[in-house]
C-alpha cells in the first residue's frame, strides 16, 4: 500500500511535489510553472519583510512586530528548498521501506503498516486543521482591521506604491497567498520528516512481529536480519539528510514563541491576542511532532532488547543465536535523533522549550488538537489549568 498519501498530496497541492502520474512533457512543464508561481509567492513575501528589517525599522516595537513572522517565513523556505533538493532521497527511502525485506507480506504486517500510517495521517490532518483556524483567524482579523484602512497585515519594503486600489488589492493579496502557502508547506514538509520516523517505528514493530514467529517460519530470518540492518540505515540517512531542517526548526520555533509571549504581553486587542495564541500552537505543534516521533523511535529501538530476550529463542540453533546476539549488541545504542549533533529530540527537549507556555492558552489550543499526549504531558508533571 502506498504509505504518506495526505501528505505527499498536501505538497502537491503546494507545487513542491510532482505527481507521478504526471509524466509526460506538457504536465510537467505545467506542473514546474505552477510550482514557480507559489514559491515565488511566498519567497518574495519573505524578501519584502527581510528588506523592511533592513532598510526601514528602526525601533524595538518595528523589530518585534515582524521579527517572529519573518523568521518563520525564513524557515519555510529553507524547508522547501531542503525538499526539493532531496527529491530523489526521499524517494529511494520510500522505495526502501516498500521492498523486500521491509515490505509486509502477511495480513498481520499490513494491519501493521496500516496503523501508523493512520496515526500519522490523522495528526496531519489535525495540523492542517490548526493551520487553517489560524490563518482563517489572520485573515478575518485583517479585513476587519488593516484591509479596511488600506494598510497591509504584515510590514513590508515595497519598489513601488501601493496606494492605488489596484495595486493594494494585489499587494494584500500576495501576502495572504504566500502566508497560506507557507503554512501548508511547512506543515507538508514536517510531517513528511515526522512520518519517515513514523515509519521506521513501523518496520521496528514489523521486525518484532516476525521474530516473535521465527520459530514457525525460520526460512524468515536471514531477511528479519537484513531488516533490521535497513533499519539502522534508514534512520542514519533521515538523520543525517534532515539534521540541519530539525535543528533549523528547534532553533527558530523557540524564537518565534519567545518573541509571540512578548507581542501577547504587549496587546490590547482580543483579535490580535487569539492570532497570536494559535500562532504559538502551531510553533509548539512544529516541536513537539520532531520531539515525540523522536522520542517513539528512541523507545521502540531501546525496548527491542527486551523483546527479543522475550522470544522463545533458546530452540534455535547456533547460527541463529549469534545473530539475534548480533542485532541485540546493536540496539544497546538506541536510535537517537539529535539536534546538531548535539540536543535529542524527545519529549524532555519539547518540555524544556515549552516550560514557559504549557500553561497557556496556546498550550490548551494545542491539545485540543492533539489529545492523544495530555496523558504524556501529565505524567511528565505539567497540568493545564
Known amino acids: 500500500?502506498?504509505?504518506?498519501?495526505?501528505?505527499?498530496?498536501?505538497?502537491?497541492?503546494?507545487?513542491?511535489?510532482?505527481?507521478?502520474?504526471?509524466?509526460?512533457?506538457n504536465k510537467r512543464i505545467a506542473y514546474y510553472?505552477?510550482?514557480?508561481?507559489?514559491?515565488?509567492?511566498?519567497?518574495?513575501?519573505?524578501?519584502?519583510?527581510?528588506?523592511?528589517m533592513i532598510l526601514i525599522v528602526d525601533n524595538a516595537d518595528d523589530f518585534s512586530d515582524n521579527f517572529f513572522i519573518l523568521i518563520a517565513m525564513f524557515l519555510t523556505c529553507c524547508k522547501v528548498l531542503v525538499v526539493l533538493v532531496n527529491r530523489n532521497n526521499i524517494v529511494k527511502l520510500i522505495d526502501i521501506l516498500m521492498e523486500k525485506p521491509c515490505r509486509p507480506i502477511r495480513s498481520s504486517e499490513i494491519k501493521i503498516l496500516y496503523k501508523f500510517d493512520k496515526n500519522i495521517q490523522i495528526n496531519t490532518q489535525r495540523f492542517v486543521y490548526l493551520g487553517l483556524v489560524t490563518f482563517l483567524c489572520i485573515l478575518l482579523s485583517s479585513l476587519s482591521t488593516n484591509f479596511?484602512?488600506?494598510?497591509?497585515?504584515?510590514?513590508?519594503?515595497?519598489?513601488?506604491d501601493y496606494s492605488s486600489t489596484l495595486l493594494f488589492f494585489l499587494t494584500y493579496t500576495h501576502q495572504m497567498v504566500g502566508l497560506l502557502t507557507a503554512a501548508?508547506?511547512?506543515?507538508?514538509?514536517?510531517?513528511?520528516?515526522?512520518?519517515?520516523?513514523?515509519?521506521?517505528?513501523?518496520?521496528?514493530?514489523?521486525?518484532?512481529?516476525?521474530?516473535?514467529?521465527?520459530?514457525?517460519?525460520?526460512?524468515?530470518?536471514?531477511?528479519?536480519v537484513r531488516q533490521h540492518h535497513r533499519i539502522c540505515r534508514l534512520a542514519l540517512i533521515v538523520n543525517a539528510?534532515?539534521?540541519?531542517?530539525?535543528?533549523?526548526?528547534?532553533?527558530?520555533?523557540?524564537?518565534?514563541?519567545?518573541?509571540?509571549?512578548?507581542?501577547?504581553?504587549?496587546?490590547?486587542?482580543?483579535?490580535?491576542?487569539?492570532?497570536?495564541?494559535?500562532?504559538?500552537?502551531?510553533?509548539?505543534?512544529?516541536?513537539?511532532?520532531?520531539?515525540?516521533?523522536?522520542?517513539?523511535?528512541?523507545?521502540?529501538?531501546?525496548?527491542?532488547?527486551?523483546?527479543?530476550?522475550?522470544?522463545?529463542w533458546l530452540s534455535l540453533d547456533k547460527d541463529k543465536k549469534q545473530s539475534l546476539m548480533i542485532i541485540m549488541r546493536r540496539t544497546l545504542v538506541p536510535i537517537q535523533i539529535t539536534c546538531a549533533y548535539i540536543f535529542p529530540m524527545n519529549l524532555s527537549s519539547f518540555m524544556s522549550v515549552s516550560i514557559n507556555v504549557i500553561k497557556t492558552d496556546a498550550a490548551?489550543?494545542?491539545?485540543?488538537?492533539?489529545?492523544?499526549?495530555?496523558?504524556?504531558?501529565?505524567?511528565?508533571?505539567f497540568t493545564i489549568n
Open 33 to 52: 510553472i505552477y510550482s514557480v508561481i507559489i514559491v515565488l509567492s511566498m519567497y518574495t513575501f519573505m524578501l519584502t519583510q527581510l528588506m523592511d
Open 241 to 312: 539528510k534532515f539534521r540541519l531542517t530539525i535543528t533549523m526548526q528547534f532553533i527558530i520555533s523557540t524564537l518565534v514563541v519567545c518573541f509571540s509571549l512578548y507581542q501577547i504581553n504587549k496587546t490590547t486587542r482580543k483579535d490580535k491576542y487569539v492570532e497570536m495564541i494559535l500562532y504559538m500552537a502551531c510553533m509548539l505543534t512544529q516541536i513537539f511532532f520532531y520531539c515525540w516521533y523522536g522520542n517513539e523511535l528512541k523507545i521502540k529501538s531501546h525496548q527491542m532488547i527486551d523483546n527479543i530476550f522475550g522470544m522463545e
Open 364 to 381: 490548551k489550543i494545542f491539545f485540543f488538537f492533539f489529545p492523544d499526549i495530555i496523558e504524556y504531558t501529565l505524567m511528565e508533571g
Open 1 to 25: 500500500m502506498p504509505i504518506l498519501q495526505y501528505t505527499f498530496k498536501l505538497l502537491t497541492i503546494c507545487g513542491c511535489w510532482r505527481p507521478d502520474s504526471w509524466s509526460s512533457l
Open 148 to 160: 479596511r484602512n488600506k494598510k497591509l497585515t504584515y510590514r513590508a519594503w515595497l519598489p513601488f
Open 184 to 224: 501548508f508547506l511547512s506543515i507538508g514538509c514536517d510531517t513528511l520528516i515526522c512520518g519517515l520516523l513514523v515509519h521506521i517505528c513501523c518496520q521496528i514493530e514489523i521486525l518484532l512481529y516476525r521474530l516473535r514467529k521465527i520459530i514457525s517460519y525460520s526460512d524468515i530470518f536471514r531477511d528479519c
